[in-house]
């Protein structure tokens, strides 16, 4: 009888052959980072991915006015939010096993009237997005990715600085032998969000037409846009273009153990949730994996959490089995299980103290099970019923998923939330389970593999039952 539980490092229960496949799922997961830079862009992952493994759409479901066992269905919100579904045998009414995770991430948004000159320097005027340290964002090579609809209606993608040959964007800092007054400042006064302008130009247009313009340098950029993409000053005001770190996932340590990447937070939980719901077969319960926007700003907005999208999602697969009513509908949201996946804090022994090392979670120690999140006091929390980490739990021990527990730093230091919450108001059981990131928000995080890979594993077991 174990009467003491000690959480151990995941990389000692592996075999050769499993650390072959944590390796192999690492290497999948770093194409994902790589391609799905922004929301818009893991939405296209996903969709591509499900239809190769016989997934329709929902209007193609709803076309077709039948559902059954065993069917895939995704529902598209808007290219910025997804649903797939993974019909069970049993009906909707008697609750879906769901994994929920977001696939927004902390960055930096043009402003709708961004571009400017000064000092014969082209800038785009900036407004952060999610918890950032601002002072992580200068001097550092930067990517543009977004879309943006012109007058005529006509859609242009833009994705620049990821290629070898692209150029890259830049914010700048203060030389240190000038920073005298910045550094006396706090850490969070000594970048402005106003200050994060984005360089992107500094050539003056050149002919004799514009011999009499005020910012030839401005002009020209403008030129080069028009000439590129047929875009116009003005169809920024219709465009959504996010600037992130233009530096590609890579693995981290002699041992190669570790990653670092932009956007952890939270593709780490995402990527598994989708190779879970992807290599799953037809079960008892309705399988639900969820790629959500707005995370990490709320979850607001028509493609977060909070809007109706998922909720209107069942509704129409309900309706798809006949006999539809609203009953039917709460039932199966007040039924299901979920775990909200979703990222957390773990050990750095650089900053030991703003956790508890008896409550936190470690790096390679295997998923995370997060009972209640929030802060001070647990305000603004799920905290998950005691019934339904029993259960959760047990899955991972009859499957061999390496987990471990952790609170998001000690009581009082500060907090966080996630989506748990949410589902939680519809009456669901709720637990937050996912991968443990070092440097969480900045440009740059931390995971380790096999933690990932753990996750993968627990939410495709979880699925199952």
């Known amino acids: ?5 000690e959480f151990k490092n995941a990389w000692e229960s592996l075999s050769e052959h499993e650390v072959k496949e944590v390796m192999d799922y690492s290497n999948e997961y770093k194409k994902f980072l790589d391609y799905g830079k922004t929301e818009r862009e893991c939405v296209k992952y996903i969709i591509d991915e499900a239809k190769k493994y016989g997934y329709i759409s929902l209007e193609e479901a709803i076309k077709n006015n039948k559902i059954e066992s065993g069917a895939k269905i995704y529902a598209n919100n808007k290219d910025k939010s997804v649903a797939l579904f993974l019909m069970g045998n049993k009906e909707l009414q008697e609750g879906m096993r769901v994994v929920g995770g977001h696939i927004d991430s902390p960055r930096i948004d043009l402003k709708p009237v961004p571009v400017y000159e000064d000092s014969d320097q082209a800038l785009l005027k900036t407004h952060y997005y999610g918890g950032i340290k601002k002072y992580q964002w200068t001097a550092l090579p930067l990517s543009m990715h ?30 240190i032998h000038l920073s005298k007054d910045q550094m006396a400042k706090k850490l969070s006064e000594g970048i402005t969000g106003e200050g994060l302008n984005l360089l992107i130009g500094n050539m003056p247009i050149k002919g ?4 009499d313009e005020k910012e030839k340098v401005k002009l020209n950029v403008l030129k080069i ?22 530096s590609k996932a890579r693995d981290v340590g002699f041992d190669r153990s570790m990653i670092s990447a932009y956007g952890h937070d939270d593709r780490v939980c995402s990527f598994a949730g989708l190779k879970a719901i992807l290599e799953n077969e037809s079960s008892e319960y309705t399988q639900v994996g969820l790629f959500m926007d707005k995370e990490e700003v709320g979850s607001m907005g028509n493609t977060g959490m909070q809007s109706r999208f998922f909720e209107n999602c069942v509704a129409e697969l309900i309706n798809l089995e006949g006999d539809y009513n609203d009953l039917k509908l709460r039932r199966s949201l007040a039924n299901s299980k ?11 022994p650089n900053y030991p103290d703003v956790v508890d090392k008896r409550n936190c979670a470690y790096l390679s120690k295997g998923i995370v099970l997060t009972k209640y999140t929030g802060a ?11 019934e339904f980490v029993s259960h959760v739990k047990n899955v991972f021990n009859e499957n061999n998923i390496v987990w471990q527990t952790g609170e998001l730093g000690k009581v009082d230091q500060g ?8 589902l939680a108001n519809y009456g669901a059981e709720v637990i937050d389970c996912g991968v443990g990131v ?4 900045a440009p740059l995080e931390l995971v380790s593999k096999v933690d990932c890979f753990m996750a993968y594993r627990g939410y495709k077991a979880f699925l199952n039952n």
């Open 225 to 246: 846009l028009n000439e590129m993409y047929g875009i116009e000053e003005e169809d920024f005001v219709s465009a959504e273009i996010e600037i992130v770190p233009a």
């Open 415 to 422: 907090g966080g939330g996630t989506i748990a919450y949410i």
């Open 146 to 175: 977004g879309v943006l609809y012109k007058k005529n209606g006509e859609k242009v993608e833009i994705c620049i600085g990821e290629k070898d040959e692209d150029p890259i964007f830049y914010i700048s800092d203060l030389l």
């Open 208 to 211: 004799e037409e514009y011999k």
């Open 438 to 441: 070092m440097s969480m928000h």
């Open 338 to 348: 979920v775990l909200s996946a979703d990222v957390t804090a773990i050990m750095d």
């Open 376 to 386: 001070r006091g647990k305000g603004g929390c799920n905290d998950a019923n005691a």
């Open 1 to 5: 009888m174990d009467l003491k539980k």
